[in-house]
């Protein structure tokens, strides 16, 4: 079974922040991640090769500094890690990120299933998945929670919805999404960790690959961002201490109103 | 595509420099200069120049004849025959959109069996409303989903087109937006017009709301977003609004499907959808117990509210996964979030932070939660929320 999994290199949550003063993005001293679902993407592809065989390829594109992601990987025991690296694919939004991707994918076919994590968590977007699966003409399953089984060139699995879960079945090769509740992710090994260091990465650069580039980078994206800003602060709250039964008088005198009128709309 | 400073105009004003998200531009010589390692072409610093002296050039820009298309689209989401409320709450947007644009409101509605969905739609504000009525649409499923937008938008050629940034409408989305060569903005919490260009200004969190950004799709047709549950107002009924049904027939072989659905199962957990929930009341580690979850439980039956969790909660088996809000869980809005031994760590709060009413219940003054919450109470849970539900139950 080959396994593509596709990982982005995300800034850690909080540390982003806007300089007030320059409204600029504060680039400092922001430390670089794994997005936190990508990591679930890595150890569902690591369990199924467990289980029938085969091999792993991280793929992520990104700044050249994204190959520390790439090696964190190799050291939970991914097989091989590909950098998709160019200034030419720097500003690419999600269609063209994907666009690019299943460029990628294309080149390092045959291929039995790619897993992406849900969403990343600098975008939110969850919108690269589905991209690179139309780009490939292959069925997808997003937001996945459990693979069931993979048999006679299907795999059947359940697919998290807001009400509850749909099971579904698809033929082999798929795109999926993951979430949380899939699995546990593992912690990297010793060997690993050893490997992980001298191990070599594939570097893919724009002229390596088959692509329109038309397609790519800022030209190639449909969207474009024109503003950034922080967000208003919430505004300063009321706390209540002391008495509980006191409090409690507080809360509710404090949000009748607005029970009511959450309620009233329905 | 390249981005240049016109020496000639440019006056030194250092409008740019603090426009320049990525510090990229420097003042040279009383002129601007651009670092191209550091810029993206954001386009900022054009916007942000009074004297037109910041010109980007985009080399392939295929601008096709953007005035074909007119009309504000929204998906209407159903599921089993049922039309699900973010529908509503984008025809209440949509309408000040179309309003705006002094164009028609449309809705598409994709299923099987329909009765009178049509009708509810046109009276929360649909002037047209294009049906595809078909047994392999009855669940949603990606592939004649997909194609059935895809041809409807290629021949109605609607300028923009809304859907909920919910399961469905985050996986449907983003394949008809690749498949039509458009741009697509996600989980979007407020829109405008610019009427100049008749773009849509579309704003959404990043970073996990860290940071808000805009978004445009200049050059492709139709604009499409997803739009965060509960954010907009919804549409409000009215049954004497009139309006056209516009019945599509779709190909049988763009009905197929190589995924097929084989079963659903329900959340018998979730007794009121997390997502669709106006108040959530969410545990976290501060209950010390499964069992203590019924605290939780019993006060969200006395305000009609939904259960979330904490990571922790979940991760201690307390709670199943569906209740996770946060970073690794869901995003929600509701009207009212009550926030119960939770201490408020970021990956929390970037999965609620955008509600509008947030209450913290924690023993711990200096909790981030409370930081941030609108009414704090400061005390023993195990003392403070039973206390509520019974004040609750007689006050509602
Ligand atoms: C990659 C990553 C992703 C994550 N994703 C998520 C996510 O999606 N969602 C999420 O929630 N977390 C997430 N986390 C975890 C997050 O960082 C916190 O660890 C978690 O939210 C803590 O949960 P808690 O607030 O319930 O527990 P704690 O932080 O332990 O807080 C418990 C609180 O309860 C209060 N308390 C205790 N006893 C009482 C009492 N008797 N009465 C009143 N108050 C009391 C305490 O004062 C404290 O503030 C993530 C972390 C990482 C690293
Ligand atoms: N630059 C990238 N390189 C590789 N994979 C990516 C990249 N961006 C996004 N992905 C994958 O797509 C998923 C969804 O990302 P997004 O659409 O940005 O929320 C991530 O969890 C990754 O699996």
Not at chain 1, 167 to 185: D, Q
Request: charged share 25%.
């Amino acid at each position: 079974m080959d396994i593509i999994v596709c990982i982005k290199q995300v800034p850690e949550t909080g540390d982003v922040k806007i300089n007030p003063q320059t409204n600029t993005l504060i680039r400092e001293g922001v430390k670089s991640i794994i997005n936190p679902f990508d990591m679930y993407a890595i150890e569902e592809g690591l369990r199924l090769k467990e289980k029938f065989g085969g091999k792993v390829t991280v793929v992520t594109m990104g700044p050249p500094q994204a190959e520390n992601a790439l090696r964190e990987t190799l050291s939970l025991g991914t097989d091989e890690a590909v950098l998709v690296t160019d200034k030419a694919f720097a500003g690419s939004d999600t269609w063209a990120t994907s666009y690019i991707l299943s460029c990628v994918i294309k080149k390092l076919s045959p291929f039995d299933l790619i897993i992406c994590g849900k969403q990343a968590s600098d975008g939110d977007t969850a919108q690269v998945g589905p991209g690179i699966s139309v780009h490939l003409d292959i069925p997808q399953v997003t937001f996945v929670r459990k693979i069931e089984k993979i048999e006679g060139g299907f795999c059947q699995v359940e697919r998290l919805t807001e009400d509850g879960f749909e099971i579904i079945k698809t033929p082999l090769p798929v795109l999926l999404t993951v979430v949380k509740e899939i699995n546990e992710p593992r912690l990297p090994s010793l060997r690993n960790m050893m490997r992980a260091k001298s191990a070599p990465i594939k570097k893919l650069t724009v002229n390596e690959l088959e692509l329109d580039k038309n397609k790519i980078g800022l030209d190639g994206s449909p969207t474009q961002v024109v503003k950034i800003f922080t967000p208003p602060p919430r505004q300063k709250g009321i706390i209540f201490e002391g008495d509980a039964s006191d409090i409690a008088d507080k809360l509710v005198a404090a949000l009748k109103d607005a029970i009511l009128q959450a309620k009233s709309h329905k | 595509m390249s981005i240049k400073v016109l020496a000639d105009k440019c006056t030194g004003c250092k409008l740019c420099l603090k426009a320049c998200p990525v510090s990229a531009i420097t003042i040279v010589g009383k002129k601007a200069v651009i670092d191209l390692e550091k810029c993206t072409l954001c386009s900022a610093c054009v916007d942000a120049c009074k004297f037109s002296a910041i010109v980007i050039e985009k080399h392939a820009a295929k601008t096709e004849d953007l005035t074909d298309y007119r009309g504000v689209w929204v998906f209407a989401e159903q599921k089993k025959g049922l039309i699900q409320p973010v529908a509503y709450e984008l025809l209440g947007e949509g309408r000040r959109l179309a309003n705006s644009l002094k164009v028609e409101l449309s809705a598409l509605l994709l299923g099987s069996n329909f009765s009178n969905q049509a009708q509810e739609l046109i009276a929360r504000g649909a002037d047209s409303v294009y049906v595809i009525d078909s047994p392999f649409l009855a669940n949603f499923l990606d592939e004649p989903y997909t194609n059935a937008l895809f041809y409807l938008v290629n021949k109605y050629k609607p300028e923009i087109v809304l859907a909920g940034a919910t399961t469905i409408g985050r996986s449907l989305i983003s394949r008809v937006a690749v498949r039509l060569n458009t741009g697509l903005t996600a989980d979007c919490t407020g829109f405008e017009i610019d009427l100049k260009s008749r773009c849509l200004l579309q704003t959404r969190p990043a970073f996990g709301g860290n940071i808000m950004a805009t978004i445009v799709t200049k050059n492709n047709r139709p604009q499409m977003a997803t739009v965060r549950h509960k954010v907009m107002k919804e549409a409000a009924v009215d049954t004497n609004r009139k309006g056209k049904v516009i019945k599509e027939i779709l190909n049988g072989q763009l009905l197929n499907s190589r995924s097929s659905l084989l079963d659903f199962v329900a959340d018998i957990t979730q007794k009121q959808n997390l997502a669709e929930a106006d108040i959530i009341v969410s545990g976290g580690r501060g209950l010390k117990a499964a069992e203590n979850f019924k605290l939780i439980e019993e006060l969200a039956a006395s305000l009609g509210a939904a259960v979330g969790a904490s990571r922790a909660a979940v991760d201690a088996g307390w709670m199943a996964y569906s209740h996770q809000v946060g970073q690794t869980g869901r995003t929600v809005c509701p009207k009212i979030y009550i926030a119960c031994g939770i201490s408020g760590q970021i990956q929390h709060l970037v999965g609620m932070q955008s509600s509008q009413i947030i209450v913290a219940i924690n023993q711990d003054p200096s909790a981030p939660i409370v930081q941030i919450a609108n009414y704090a109470l400061v005390g023993d849970l195990f003392e403070i929320i039973p206390l509520l539900t019974k004040r609750f139950k007689g006050a509602l």
